[in-house]
């Protein structure tokens, strides 16, 4: 992996133990070497400059890109005249993510409810997908009382650790 942002081997090594872990949630683990690139970068990235910093080919980042996209992470811009895009994530990107997935929760929902009826509500299956619809409307349900607690808790903070003065 090549070095452009100087952080070193220590670096390197972290990008691939964070590609490892978010691959064992699912995400492919180009498009997680990418997030964690863009994560700790202090300005937007092209894709040519995510390659070059990763040692990857363009199509392997354009995947990448295109994952991170559809899932809601990254965010793309365009300016004026230029023919890159520039690629970064919202410092809150986390939060942005969860709020922006919420219709896919109700979806899944009313998903697994309609496997109840298809096999049979009184069948083992059928519980287990009842389960399952109940605890995504639980958790569909919780969510705006969950992000009203950490748009209340948050606080952002510069490098230092004191409360930073603006985003």
């Given at each position: 992996?090549s070095?452009?942002?100087?952080?070193?081997a220590?670096?390197?090594?972290?990008?691939?133990?964070?590609?490892?872990?978010?691959?064992?949630?699912?995400?492919?683990?180009?498009?997680?070497?990418?997030?964690?690139?863009?994560?700790?970068?202090?300005?937007?990235?092209?894709a040519?400059?995510?390659?070059?910093e990763?040692?990857?080919?363009?199509?392997?980042?354009?995947?990448?890109?295109?994952?991170?996209?559809?899932v809601?992470?990254?965010?793309?811009?365009?300016?004026?005249?230029?023919?890159?895009?520039?690629?970064w994530?919202?410092e809150?990107?986390?939060?942005?993510?969860?709020?922006?997935?919420t219709?896919?929760?109700?979806?899944?929902?009313?998903?697994?409810?309609?496997?109840?009826h298809?096999?049979?509500?009184?069948?083992?299956?059928?519980?287990?997908?009842?389960?399952?619809?109940r605890?995504?409307?639980?958790?569909?349900?919780?969510l705006?009382?969950?992000?009203?607690?950490?748009?209340?808790?948050?606080?952002?903070?510069?490098?230092?650790?004191?409360?930073?003065?603006?985003?």
């Amino acid at each position: 992996m090549s070095r452009i942002n100087e952080r070193g081997a220590e670096f390197d090594r972290y990008v691939e133990r964070f590609a490892r872990q978010m691959g064992d949630l699912g995400m492919p683990r180009m498009a997680a070497r990418v997030l964690i690139v863009l994560l700790v970068a202090d300005r937007s990235r092209t894709a040519a400059e995510l390659g070059e910093e990763l040692g990857a080919s363009a199509p392997a980042i354009s995947g990448a890109v295109s994952y991170l996209g559809r899932v809601g992470i990254l965010e793309r811009e365009r300016e004026p005249g230029q023919r890159r895009d520039r690629y970064w994530v919202d410092e809150n990107v986390w939060y942005l993510t969860l709020v922006r997935r919420t219709d896919l929760l109700r979806q899944l929902e009313d998903l697994l409810n309609e496997g109840v009826h298809v096999v049979g509500d009184g069948t083992r299956a059928g519980g287990r997908l009842r389960e399952s619809a109940r605890f995504w409307e639980f958790l569909r349900g919780e969510l705006p009382q969950i992000t009203k607690k950490w748009q209340e808790s948050d606080t952002p903070t510069s490098p230092g650790g004191e409360a930073a003065t603006g985003r």
